[in-house]
């Protein structure tokens, strides 16, 4: 298994350049989850999917957009980067969000974001 | 509004030292707090906590959880360099699909 992983690893944009990240797992998860963190403030959830098609906003969604055509990927869309959205992005993967054995979330390696 | 505590921010140890890192927090909705060790790249999980009082322990790290007090320490005992980490707490929320907040992470340094 791989796991959850993250494409690309690195990236560097122009203010008002758009890109999109590719989260993917392995391990038939419903639950996927989009967050940025930050130095000095943690991982904040920006969106959420609980299933195919289905997504939901976190705590910071303003400037993304997600979708979850397929149950193994989950894609976050920067439409129109600004300065503000350098960061480091993580995806993550749960077995199910309801049931205390499986609350456990898996984190991909992480996306490293620069916007000019 | 929601939140995790974590300190202190940064710690800087000697090999063979024992370090007890905090966490308190503030979450509605909580069902479970969570520990994470973050080296150069993903957080990767260390443990679980659901119920209060109850130590788990792996090797040389322990961790309890106090949810009347709301908070949770984790220990780890006879550090090694390897331990060098920003230790990341998090509480599992009903809200949000079941998301985590996140403290701000606690840097460990051991030294040699």
């Known amino acids: 298994n791989a796991g959850v992983t993250q494409t690309p690893k690195f990236r560097v944009l122009k203010t008002g350049q758009s890109m999109t990240l590719l989260c993917a797992q392995d391990?038939?998860?419903?639950?996927m989850y989009w967050y940025r963190q930050d130095p000095g403030m943690g991982l904040r959830l920006i969106h959420y999917?609980?299933?195919?098609?289905?997504?939901a906003k976190g705590e910071v969604p303003d400037g993304y957009n997600v979708s979850r055509l397929k149950k193994q990927n989950f894609l976050l869309g920067l439409e129109s980067a600004a300065p503000s959205q350098t960061s480091v992005y993580f995806c993550?993967?749960?077995?199910?969000?309801?049931?205390?054995?499986?609350?456990?979330?898996?984190f991909g390696p992480g996306t490293r974001l620069t916007v000019l | 509004e929601d939140k995790v505590v974590q300190s202190p921010l940064s710690l800087v140890v000697h090999e063979g030292d024992t370090v007890t890192l905090n966490c308190s927090y503030e979450?509605?909705?909580?069902?479970?707090l969570l520990w994470y060790k973050q080296e150069k790249k993903a957080p990767t999980f260390l443990f679980m906590l659901?119920?209060?009082?109850i130590e788990k322990k792996s090797g040389r790290l322990s961790s309890i959880l106090d949810k009347k007090e709301l908070f949770s320490i984790l220990n780890i005992t006879a550090t090694q360099t390897g331990d060098s980490a920003v230790y990341l707490c998090?509480?599992?929320?009903?809200?949000?699909?079941?998301?985590?907040?996140f403290g701000a992470g606690t840097i460990l340094r051991v030294k040699s």
């Open positions: 993550a993967s749960s077995y199910t969000g309801g049931r205390s054995s499986y609350n456990e979330q898996f």
């Open positions: 391990m038939n998860h419903e639950y």
């Open positions: 999917s609980v299933g195919e098609g289905t997504t």
């Open positions: 979450v509605t909705n909580f069902r479970s």
């Open positions: 659901t119920s209060s009082g």
């Open positions: 998090a509480v599992l929320s009903m809200e949000y699909g079941n998301k985590l907040v």
